[in-house]
Every structure is written in C-alpha cells, then in structure tokens.
C-alpha cells in the first residue's frame, strides 16, 4: 500500500507542473524548456520563505509569482526579441540555475523541521495523531482540483479561447485584432507558474530542496500529457486537463513498477526517456493507422 500511495502522491504533485506543460505543448505548441528552471525555482524561494518563519500558503503564492515572471521573461525573449521558441526556453532555463542557487546559497537545504502545507499548527490541530498517506494525498487532490477548477475557468474566458486560438491558428488572432504575441507571453506565464507551483508543493512535502530537482521536468510532463491525453482520447466527456492528471498518474505508477521489478532508482532517466520514447512511437503508429484507414 506505501507503493501506492507513494505514486499517487507523486502523481498529484507532477500533475501541477503537467498542466502547465498542457498550456506550452498542446494549446500553443511551445517546446518550453524553461520549464526545467522554474520547477526548482518554485522549490528554491519556498526553502528560503519556509526557513524565514513565512506562512507556508503565501510561499505556495509566491513561487507561483516568480515562476510566471521567469516565463514572462522565456516569452518576451521569444516574442520581442524575436528569438526562437526553443532557444528561449534554454536561455531561461540555463539563466535560472545561477538564481537558484543565488536565492538558497547551497545546492541542496533541509526544512524538515518548519512549517509546511502538510505540517502546521492548524493541520495539527485537525490531526493530532500525526499526518498519515492518505491525509497527505487528501491535502493534494484538494490543491490539483482547485488548479485545475481555475484553469479549465481561465480557458473558457476570452484570453482562454485567444490562447487556445494562438495555437492553432495565430492568423484568426491578427484578424481579431489582437496581438499574438502577448496571448503567448501570458500562456507561458501560466505554465511556468504552475511548474513553480509544483515545485513549492515538492519541495514542501519532501522538507528539502535540491538544485538538480528540476533536471529532466520537462521531459516528465511531454510523457504525463502524452500518456493522458492519449489514454482516455476516446472519451469526449473527460477534459484534457482531468486527462493530464490522470496521466501524470500513470505515469508515475509505470515507473515504480519498473523500479520494482528489479531496476535502480538510480535508472529513473533512463526509465522516463524510454518510456517517454515508447509513447511517442505508440501514438505516432496509431496516428498513421487511422490516416490511412481514412
């Protein structure tokens, strides 16, 4: 059962960081790399709040905020500075390194003993015996829901559908008088405050924070919407972003799996790019089975 409740919880944390991935992979077909920056970022300013006595709420808050400026930054270099898309991301990312580092000092600080969302006088108060899996997991579903509730409101507002429209045709945005370029600014924004949302929720729940957590996020969340999106594509009811969800999920639960029978934990790369690779060959494979039925 600590197996399980190990993947679900992890699910739900990634889960965050993979909605915003939704937001840059599928709605505007942005390859964001900047994604493995802000990650940490979210861990990063949330170590130093955590450590400072502040409300563990406005860290949550707050590493939201620092995650859309430096994804504000990825989309103005894209945007303004007319730099390509992937290049961006890389240059945002490779610049948040050194801030993280800056902002905590060390490559790696524990908090173990603050306050945290799951540690707190008032989560105490509620449970005196202790906080067990399945109250962490309860404290979890709650900050996924209320993302994702927000999120799928945001997407059916008139930035919403401008942002679903930049993606799929940047010219019906021009007509609409509209400038392309600040939808996607505001798209990365989100995603890359989502990804440092998550961050700040991992950071909290393991009581630490460690320079190389976001190494790899990116190819993570590819593989969490992929997995989703591609799963429950035959039924219409589901929303994509419950889709993400589900797919970080399984993911997670396709990884343990492969770390119990018999692969070290040590192999997690190796086991996220093959499985990230055997998803791509799958749906491009069954993309052209349907073509050429058609």
Do not use: W
Not at 26 to 52: E, H, N, Q, W, Y
Not at 77 to 93: A, N, P, Q, T, Y
Not at 116 to 141: C, D, H, R, T, Y
């Amino acid at each position: 059962m600590s197996i399980i409740f190990g993947v679900i919880e992890e699910g739900l944390v990634y889960a965050i960081m993979a909605l915003g991935v939704y937001i840059t992979y599928k709605i505007l077909d942005f390859p964001d790399l900047s994604v493995d920056g802000t990650f940490p970022l979210g861990g990063a300013i949330t170590a130093v709040l955590v450590l400072a006595g502040v409300n563990p709420l406005i860290a949550l808050l707050l590493a939201f905020i620092a995650g859309a400026l430096a994804g504000c930054i990825t989309g103005i270099i894209h945007v303004k500075l007319k730099v390509r898309d992937l290049l961006s991301g890389i240059i945002v990312m490779t610049a948040l390194y050194s801030v993280n580092l800056r902002l905590v000092g060390k490559s790696n600080v524990a908090f173990f003993n603050s306050d945290s969302i799951f540690e707190n006088p008032f989560i105490n108060k509620i449970m005196p015996q202790g906080l067990s899996e399945v109250s962490v997991i309860a404290i979890l579903v709650v900050i996924v829901l209320i993302v994702k509730i927000l999120l799928d409101l945001f997407l059916k507002t008139r930035s919403g559908y401008l942002l679903r429209a930049v993606g799929d045709n940047e010219t019906l945005v021009t007509s609409l008088a509209k400038d392309k370029g600040t939808v996607k600014i505001l798209g990365l924004s989100i995603a890359n405050g989502l990804a440092a949302l998550a961050g700040s929720v991992y950071c909290q729940q393991n009581g630490f924070f460690d320079i190389s957590m976001g190494t790899g996020t990116i190819v993570i969340g590819l593989a969490n919407v992929i997995i989703g999106t591609k799963l429950l594509k035959r039924f219409g009811a589901i929303k994509a972003t419950t889709a993400v969800i589900v797919g970080s999920i399984v993911y997670k639960a396709c990884v343990s799996l492969a770390i119990f029978f018999g692969m070290e934990a040590s192999d997690l790369r190796i086991i996220t790019s093959a499985l990230f690779l055997g998803i791509l060959v799958i749906s491009n494979g069954r993309e052209k089975k349907v073509k050429n039925h058609a």
